[in-house]
């Protein structure tokens, strides 16, 4: 009885272990725009949507002007919409170029990206394009780069046009990226899980070993 109650808890603990380190976490945010992001309107050199050592130093600091959860609620707080300093109606910048480096412990097992862009514009991951949005208007969207990302730095980049020159040209971009990535073990989590199956072995073996006493 004794023995049963020390097998069933050695084999809840690896059993806890296990999923901890095998099960994914829930989604988390793993990028969002914010005044963190660089863009310029300055049509960009190659590599600014491909290259992390991309030098971007001359470019702004994104201005934001709303956060998007203040329409689409609170489940996008952190996300904001994104703009030069010239702000919402510039008259003289016809399209806005944005970037960021987004750095993964492990390739994600699951990613997406959801974004808005006033009105049109390109989304790149990495120098691939996920996102070609030239539908004439404003609109939000929803793309699975799950494939697109790698572990360590990734490269998320965007451009925005206006179609409605009315007080100038008001354009801006605003991007969420969700995902699971798996913890990558640290080594004492190893050295737990090694101790806790080895608990579960040795109380077998003693239950083994009394069943053919
Ligand atoms: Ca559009
Ligand atoms: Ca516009």
Known sequence: MKDTKRTTAAALFAAALLAAICT????????????????????????WDSSASFDATAWQSATVLYDVSDYLGS?????????????????NETTIWGRT???????????????????????????????????????NGLVDITSY???????????????????GYN??????????VAAVPEPSTYAMLLIGLGAVGLVRGRLRRERDR
Do not use: C
């Open 24 to 47: 994914p976490a829930v989604a988390d945010p793993l990028a969002a725009t914010g005044s963190s992001w660089r863009v310029t309107a300055a049509g960009p050199a190659a590599g």
């Open 75 to 91: 489940a996008y707080a952190g996300t904001k919409g994104i703009w030069t300093q010239a702000g919402q109606y510039s008259t």
């Open 171 to 180: 354009h801006s971009a605003w991007l969420r990226i969700e995902g699971t």
């Open 101 to 139: 480096v987004l750095n993964l412990a492990a390739a994600p097992q699951s990613a997406t990206l959801e974004y808005g862009i006033d009105d049109d514009g390109d989304i790149f991951v990495n120098g691939a394009l996920v996102v070609g949005d030239h539908n004439g208007m404003a609109n």
């Open 149 to 167: 990302l790698v572990a360590g730095a990734n490269v998320i980049g965007f451009s925005a046009t206006d179609n409605f020159a009315v007080w």
